[in-house]
């Protein structure tokens, strides 16, 4: 089958062609089953087809397909943003806006912090990625291939070492790193906003540290900065609870949302300080697609099974799977390449390494073959794309879990 009609320029991991799939199971065009650790690059968290959203899908389709909620509000937007801004667990008064991306909600983010400080530069964080529009470009802690011949971003964009346990920079030397920007590169009274995920994803996998996440939201407080989380790909129950934040104990100002908000249609939001999202003039938010109703009815079904009480369960269930396995895969020592361990609840990243901890990239790619051949899709993260990010749906069966994990395990045995 050709893809000459698609641009080169789009990167595919796996060279297949997917038919359809339920839950956590896809079949391609020659009708091979693959168990799927992507999961859309973390859109299913409640799988491939789940039925509560496929139903409120086609009865909405019979409804309203669509209407530009600036032009005409419609009530699917009014009935989403009514539950989601109740979904959001801080302790303000909220509002927002949907968009049609995480991408979307980033840049409309941008300009909310703009309008609310009058201030223009931004801090983010080495090995960030908050999307591939030319403005989100610029927050992304990495170069290749994102950057790379697009020319002068906008800016001004600074980056900070992103202090996580599991790349080894600790508080204390991104706090020396924050103080050394503000004495050397720009005055922290430009400074409109700092953008950080909870737990980076393309990253690696990395959970941020907690000691730093309270420091930087009382550094925010004293010098009248926005603090933005982007919960784009650690939100909606992939940590085993509704947003990733909670866990290290602050409350942001603005949240990004997308992926798995609406079941796998395209939706996201920017959500925050009700003062904040108000700032601008009327008009200065909006889009023509941005919460189209069947993407509303989609996201108010995945609400609807996103329970607190579901989200613990899966969250620790998989948790549980996936550390058990990996602990016993290090007693056995079954590979030389077997790395650490990253993120927290079911959100995991598995390195591959030299035993000199340098990356085993070359590894990974043969993993990802291996894999593949094996009936198993797994995607690449990391700054040297070494970590396997596991982003199996949170209602995979347990037994279809494990039968991952063993596929994964077996391949991790063959790499040389």
Known sequence: MSRETISQSISIVHPINLSHGKNAEVWDTAGKRYIDFIGGIGV????????????????????????????????????????????????????????????EAAENALKIVRGATGRTAVIAFDGAFHGRTLATLNLNGKVAPYKQKVGVLPGPVYHLPYPSADNGVTCAEALKAMDRLFSVEIDVNDVACFIIEPVQGEGGFLALDTEFAQA??????????LLIADEIQSGFGRTGQRFAFSRLGIEPDLILLGKSIAGGVPLGAVVGRKALMDNLPKGGLGGTYSGNPIACA???????????????????????????????????????????????????????AHADGTPAAKQLTQLLSLARAAGLLLMPSGKSRHIIRLLAPLTIEPAVLEEGLDKLEACLKQLD
């Open 216 to 225: 930087l939201r009382r550094f925010c407080d004293e010098n009248n900065i």
């Open 44 to 103: 299913l968290n409640l799988g491939h087809c789940h039925p509560t959203v496929v139903d409120a899908i086609r009865e909405q389709a019979t409804r309203l397909t669509h209407y530009a909620f600036n032009a005409a509000p419609h009530m699917p937007y009014i009935d989403l943003m009514e539950r989601l801004t109740a979904f959001i667990p801080v302790s303000y008064p909220v509002s927002g806006m949907l968009t049609n991306s995480g991408a």
């Open 298 to 352: 989609a996201a108010l079904a995945t609400l609807d099974v996103m329970t607190d009480e579901h989200l613990q369960v899966w969250g620790s269930r998989q948790e549980e799977a996936i550390v058990r396995r990996y602990q016993a895969w290090r007693a056995q020592h079954l590979s030389p390449y077997l790395g650490r361990l990253t993120g927290v609840g079911a959100m995991r990243g598995i390195e591959l």
